[in-house]
């Protein structure tokens, strides 16, 4: 089946009890067993849920995994992968991630007697230099968020595999309609679902998508014990979201390789990082392993006062956290999504103060390319 075929119908079949078309919300704690130690598959919400399995199972058809788990936001659902290890281990995280995923690391993980080595993960070497007898995991984003820096997967499962560590790859700035690392030989994806997937800027929730069988039960067991889970109105909606996620993504894609043409010509804006733009260094892995370059560009606009004449001067696009809805976003990672980040650590990541990141949505183009116009004009020559 072709990607948009499975995104409106994998697991998404008309309801067994009513034959309704559209999943329903089985919003219910618990089910009627019909008689003791005998039930019809559901027993409490938070292990089971029809709304939730749909959504899992379109997950898992989506991203080609054999099991999907459902969350109530990204990093409960990062947080559920790193209930695979224990203290001792060790892990080796690209340096530039998302802010919440670097301090969920750093301030909440370390605490548990696990060490992480942050690198740049672009460069395969560096992971193969912070390579211990201890280490268990390797978690890589890519495109990172915000600088855009794409990693080389293949090459990063040569190494887990040459040393049986577990490949995690955040997916949420591609979306599986333009990346899926599973297919690529990774054995975890994770997801914010709050972006690309539900699209719509109306969700909180996370997936973990898992390749390896002994992956899937532990996850579901630790889904379980922990339950974080993401409740029946938000699997409905993220469903509804994932069934126009092919021509969202399109879109997306077509508008953010538009607005990155327009912003790399500009006599304003200093650097441009897109890895549809043929100088990014990571532009011919992108081209092998994606399947678009997507919506997501960061433009260093040298100053924090140009970065804020830029932002306040926008109109269509909204200054705001998030990415990856309809409605175009922008916003200043170092004192909004990466202000978690230490301030040496982001200057060496490139994540200067001057950084803007725009998150593309699907409105007409025109539309925004006078937008960024805009922008650029309300900066001081
Ligand atoms: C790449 C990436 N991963 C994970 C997350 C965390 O997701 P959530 O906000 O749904 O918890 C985000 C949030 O911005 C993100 O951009």
């Given amino acids: 089946m072709g990607f948009s075929t499975d995104a409106i119908h994998a697991g998404q079949e008309p309801d067994p009890a009513t034959g309704a078309v559209s999943v329903p919300i089985y919003q219910t704690s618990t089910y009627a067993q ?12 938070r292990s089971i849920n029809p709304t939730r399995l749909a959504l899992e199972r379109s997950l898992a058809a989506l991203e080609g995994g054999k099991s999907a788990f459902a969350f109530s936001s990204g990093m409960a659902a990062i947080t559920t992968v790193m209930m695979l290890l224990k203290a001792g281990d060790h892990v080796i995280s690209s340096a530039n991630t998302y802010g919440g995923t670097y301090r969920l690391f750093v301030h909440i993980f370390q605490q548990f007697g696990i060490s992480f080595s942050f690198v740049d993960t672009s460069r395969t070497e560096q992971i193969r230099h912070a390579l211990r007898p201890e280490t268990r995991l390797v978690y890589v984003e890519t495109p990172t968020n915000p600088m855009m820096e794409i990693t080389d997967l293949e090459a990063v499962v040569v190494i887990c595999r040459e040393r049986n560590l577990i490949s995690v790859c955040d997916n949420t700035f591609m979306s599986p309609f333009l990346q899926r690392p599973l297919a690529l030989g990774f054995d975890i994806v994770v997801h914010s679902t709050t972006k690309f997937i539900n699209g719509h ?8 998508i898992t390749a390896r069988p002994e992956h899937g039960e532990r996850i579901g067991f630790a889904q379980n014990s922990a339950g974080a889970i993401l409740g029946p109105m938000d699997s409905f909606l993220v469903l509804r979201g994932i069934k126009t996620l092919g021509v969202r993504m399109q879109r997306h894609d077509a508008n953010g390789r538009a607005l990155a043409a327009l912003l790399a010509d500009h006599p304003r804006v200093g650097q441009v990082y897109y890895p549809g733009l043929p100088d990014h260094p990571g532009h011919e892995i992108a081209v092998r392993q994606m399947d678009g370059f997507g919506a997501m560009i960061a433009l260093d606009l040298g100053s924090l006062e140009a970065a804020r004449a830029f932002l306040n001067g926008l109109r269509i696009f909204t200054l705001a956290e998030s990415l990856g809805g309809v409605e175009s976003l922008a916003c200043h990672p170092a004192s909004m999504t990466h202000a978690a980040v230490p301030q040496e650590d982001r200057q060496r990541m490139g994540l200067t103060d001057g950084l803007a990141r725009l998150s593309v949505g699907i409105e007409d183009l025109e539309d925004l390319e006078e937008d960024v116009e805009r922008g650029l004009a309300a900066m001081k020559s």
């Fill in 201 to 208: 800027s109306d969700s909180v929730g996370g997936a973990i």
């Fill in 34 to 45: 019909t008689e003791l130690g005998r039930d019809k598959g559901f027993d409490y919400a």
